[in-house]
């Protein structure tokens, strides 16, 4: 039962690199999630869906890309790398929200911006 | 808007000794609330979850957390920590998923 699967769980970027997160989930969730995770910071939402095709920004979305072409995979794009990116990266995916809202995390990806 | 405050950044106590950890959220719609512990190196797991129904929700592994609606508050709390509660706890508001900036418990000997 594998859940929520990122990749790659470490990588090392130079300032100006691009480079996608990987995240699919096998439990047919409609609404996926992606946060970074800052010391003192808590989880900050980059980009949610809430279905194939359908994205929006959550509260830190400058310098992200997403998409959404099916319903298990949502990958995550930096492009151009900043210092200020370095960060862990959390994929999570849920059936919904309200009653069915519990959010089901992956691992995390640890980015280095140098 | 919705928000999360998570009160304490830090919680040191004793084994043995009780704990609350102290969450207030703001949202101008009906909200379902959440506790996930982060433990070191790992992802985040679900402790507790309040949807409806009575106010006060339990873990199976002895947290509990009350929701208090005038007060906007889904404080946790345990009676007696032990040492491998050591992690993050992350309070959370649904929709949206807007996550608290945790609180790390630390339980010493």
């Known amino acids: 039962n594998a859940g929520v699967t990122q990749t790659p769980k470490f990588r090392i970027l130079k300032i100006g690199q691009s480079m996608t997160l990987q995240c699919t989930q096998d439990?047919?969730?409609?609404?996926m999630y992606w946060y970074r995770q800052d010391p003192g910071m808590g989880l900050k939402l980059i980009y949610y869906s809430v279905g194939a095709g359908i994205t929006d920004k959550g509260e830190v979305p400058n310098g992200y890309n997403v998409s959404r072409s099916t319903t298990e995979d949502f990958p995550l794009r930096l492009e151009l790398a900043a210092p200020s990116q370095t960060s862990v990266y959390f994929c999570?995916?849920?059936?919904?929200?309200?009653?069915?809202?519990?959010?089901?995390f992956g691992e995390g990806s640890r980015l280095t911006v140098l | 808007a919705q928000s999360v405050t998570q009160l304490d950044s830090q919680v040191p106590v004793f084994e043995e000794a009780p704990v609350e950890l102290r969450c207030n959220y703001s949202s101008s719609v009906s909200v379902y609330l959440f506790w996930y512990v982060q433990y070191p190196n790992q992802g985040l797991q679900l402790l507790l979850k309040?949807?409806?129904?009575?106010?006060l929700v339990e873990s199976i592994n002895g947290f509990e957390a009350e929701f208090n609606k005038s007060q906007t508050s889904f404080h946790l709390r345990k009676p007696s920590v032990h040492i491998s509660d050591t992690a993050e706890y992350f309070c959370a508001v649904i929709p949206l998923g807007r996550f608290g900036a945790g609180t790390r418990l630390t339980v010493k000997p």
């Open positions: 999570a995916s849920s059936r919904g929200t309200g009653a069915t809202g519990e959010l089901f």
């Open positions: 439990m047919n969730h409609n609404y």
């Open positions: 309040y949807l409806s129904g009575s106010t």
